[in-house]
């Protein structure tokens, strides 16, 4: 298997790595009482309407199998369907650029800012401007970016980074927002409540200020439509419906994968999506729009494809299903790992069952090592995704990759590596195998047994055993092994 | 019915009274239970903490064993899961095209207990008695790979005797996950604490699933807790009887 000419995502630019290996994150974050409340809140709430709202649909399976492989087809064909969506994005008044990567995708954009002479931006909420880092390349050239979606908002004005795909700030609960809001947000009332309707206020009024004043906006898409040039946000606040109207010129960045061959297909996504994602029938706010439009809406349209490791992705063929995602984040919610630790011991914007299949694909699994290894391989993210991503099957192939990609950098093996290797030799012969299961029995297992049950004793156990121990004491050995009664009747 | 034990390496080594119950099970029910002996592994573990090589011989040894029966019954969901979903797919990834279709073949007879009993032997009241308060995990193998549904209730909802309480969060993983338990052990200490005190909320005196790695999880966080309540596979609970009872 080789990914060799595929650029991956580069290194320095961009949300798509952690600053250390997911164990170490998740420790920090287990250890915050406050987060682990927020996510089994949050997370129950959303799973619990999920399922109400999916039950409904008596095709969902077959809408699921539809999704996959309308999106399996544009996978395999991208190179007639991007030039398609580019020719009818240019036709009707629009302009394509092309990014390599999040480098060149935000120098694109920033000259594109710089050019209208504006120094502000209004933003809908988008996953792949988060991907590249756009903010920060912006603020490097003097651009101040607005964040217009409320959790967006508040990841923005807290310094923080955003935790879910759907709901960025889903570690704070509203106590913390109000917090942030008084220090954080221009001309707020000062005897401002934790009350969720007075918070929403508050982000209204400093928000209709920034819609009505700014002239440029930068989007994400959730799709675009090859056959009519087509783009289209989905959202719940009608932000996102002032940033795609209101000012005169149009930025959107997307990812090459976002593509649907034609506007039939959006049946099948606009039944999946929101059902899957905010749990509901429809979502508040469908915005589409082709090229520009003379007198209506923004008079400039630029449309930045961005690759960004999406095409290394595409070359392995255990792994490009991951494509087929679009952004629901079901996963996250029903994974009992991401409910614990929270999406930022993710290290990418991408958390969740998801992300540790797409982020290390995105950079190669070199700089997302431990990712693939952070699931049980429970396969509740399976069971819900709109778009049948089978993640545990992928996580155990890209497991494989960073073993491979391991041992590749090494001329000995890894002590797991080897161990594995030790334990495959031992278990491939009868007499071998026999004769350790019945070694077990003569003293070395009850011995670690009993050094488990007490806390000096589990000081002295080893790795990987050490780690077994913290929390479970270890099984009383048997007698004998089955094997050897069998033999014995 | 001529029926092959797939005991599993765990139950084999550290857990024989599990492959003992379902010997006794099945025999009960007038199967004839043969052992081959020159089983081992299904190499779940390989292929699971990404290994696949060093798993392709344990493979090609399951097809080599258990290629003539008729039926293989393991007391393991994911063991079964791991032969039904991973096996074929692994040999083909090794271009092994004649090895896929043999263990396709063999993915095909290999039945996870319950799966046995219920849908190949058509029973769900095995005859047998456990008057004991028992909350069961379902375990995310059986659940969602394999698709048990409530074959297992079933079966234990038959059993004289029994109480049988709901677990809360019953579908929620244990944290176990092989190799993620010492990988990522603080997370996975964080799942069994839930998994633990949802078992220790039903009062149930036995912990019961339909597969020895879970529980042995299940069962390490429950006697470090000192919960008072212990594990008992399925096929424990199932070969009880009111003459040869399973000690509680």
Not at chain 1, 249 to 259: A, D, Q
Not at chain 1, 362 to 381: E, I, K, M, R, Y
Not at chain 2, 19 to 41: D, I, K, M, N, Y
Request: with cysteine; proline share 6%.
């Amino acid at each position: 298997m080789t990914y060799l000419g595929m650029p991956t995502a580069p290194p320095g630019v961009g949300q798509l790595r952690g600053s250390e290996p997911f164990p170490d994150a998740a420790r920090t974050a287990l250890a915050d009482g406050q987060l682990r409340r927020n996510l089994a809140n949050a997370t129950s709430t959303i799973r619990a309407k999920r399922a109400a709202v999916v039950a409904e649909v008596e095709d969902w399976q077959e809408l699921r199998a539809a999704a996959a492989a309308i999106k399996d087809d544009v996978l395999a064909h991208l190179d007639s369907y991007l030039p398609q969506l580019e020719a009818r994005v240019t036709e009707r008044g629009g302009v394509v650029h092309w990014a390599r990567d999040a480098t060149e995708a935000n120098r694109i954009v920033t000259e594109l800012v710089t050019a209208t002479g504006s120094r502000e931006v209004v933003k809908v909420k988008s996953m792949a401007t988060q991907e590249i880092g756009l903010n920060q390349a912006l603020e490097e050239a003097g651009i101040l970016a607005f964040e217009t979606d409320l959790a967006e908002l508040i990841v923005q004005l807290g310094d923080d980074r955003p935790s879910h795909i759907l709901v960025p700030a889903i570690h704070r609960n509203r106590t913390e927002i109000r917090d942030i809001f008084l220090s954080e947000m221009a001309g707020v009332e000062p005897g401002l409540t934790d009350d969720p309707a007075a918070l929403a206020e508050a982000a209204r009024r400093y928000l209709r200020q920034k819609f009505l004043t700014t002239r440029v906006a930068i989007s994400g898409a959730n799709f675009a439509i090859a056959e009519t040039g087509t783009l289209m946000v989905v959202e719940s606040e009608g932000n996102g419906r002032m940033c795609l109207t209101l000012p005169d010129t149009l930025i959107t960045v997307m990812g090459i994968e976002k593509l649907l061959p034609s506007f039939t297909d959006l049946e099948v996504f606009l039944q999946l999506l929101p059902r899957s994602s905010t749990g509901e029938r429809m979502n508040p706010y469908t915005s589409m729009w082709t090229g520009v439009h003379p007198g209506d809406g923004p008079q400039e349209f630029h449309l930045v494809l961005l690759d960004n490791g999406r095409t290394a992705t595409l070359a392995d063929e255990r792994g490009r299903a991951a494509l087929r995602c679009i952004r629901c984040s079901a996963c996250l919610n029903v994974c009992p790992v991401y409910e614990r630790t929270g999406g930022h011991a993710y290290g990418s914007v991408y958390p969740g069952p998801i992300g540790a299949v797409l982020s290390p694909q995105l950079t190669g699994v070199a700089d997302n090592a431990s990712l693939p290894f952070a699931s049980t391989l429970c396969g509740a993210c399976y069971d819900v995704c709109p778009v049948a991503i089978d993640i545990p099957t992928m996580l155990v192939h890209l497991r494989d990759r960073v073993n491979q990609d391991k041992a590749a950098g090494h001329r000995l093996p890894t002590p797991e590596a080897a161990g594995m290797a030790a334990a495959s030799w031992a278990m491939r012969g009868q007499r071998r195998w026999t004769w350790l299961l019945r070694s077990a029995r003569l003293g070395r297992w009850a011995r670690l047994a009993r050094l488990s049950r007490s806390p000096a004793g589990r000081r002295l156990l080893p790795p990987p055993l050490s780690s077994w121990v913290g929390s479970r004491d270890l099984p009383e050995p048997p007698a004998q092994p089955f094997r050897q009664w069998w033999a014995e009747q | 019915m001529k029926v092959a034990l797939f005991a599993t390496c765990l139950v084999d080594g550290l857990f024989p009274d599990v492959a003992r119950a379902t010997v006794r099970l099945l025999r009960r029910l007038g199967h004839e239970v043969v052992f081959p002996q020159q089983q081992s592994c299904c190499g779940q573990m390989h292929l699971n903490t990404g290994y696949p090589a060093q798993a392709l011989p344990l493979i090609r040894r399951q097809v080599e064993v258990f290629g003539e029966y008729e039926a293989v019954v393991a007391p393991s969901g994911s063991c079964t899961g791991s032969i039904r979903h991973q096996h074929a797919d692994t040999a083909r990834r090794f271009g092994d095209e004649r090895l896929a279709v043999a263990a396709e073949s063999i993915a095909a007879r290999t039945y996870e207990l319950s799966e046995f009993l219920v849908d190949v032997t058509g029973v769900t009241d095995v005859g047998a008695y456990f008057p004991h308060r028992v909350t069961y995990h379902p375990t995310c193998h059986s659940l969602r790979l394999l698709r048990v549904g409530a074959k297992p209730l079933a079966l234990l909802g038959a059993v004289e005797g029994i109480e049988l309480v709901e677990l809360p969060g019953a579908q929620s993983c244990c944290g176990f996950g092989g190799t993620f338990a010492m990988k990522n052990s603080a997370v996975s200490s964080a799942m069994l604490a839930d998994k633990v005190a949802a078992v220790a909320e039903t009062g149930a005196s036995v912990c019961s699933a339909g597969d020895s790695s879970c529980l042995m999880h299940i069962g390490g966080g429950l006697s470090r807790l000192r919960v008072g309540a212990r594990t008992l596979h399925l096929a424990q609970i199932l070969a009880s009887t009111r003459s040869e009872p399973v000690p509680v």
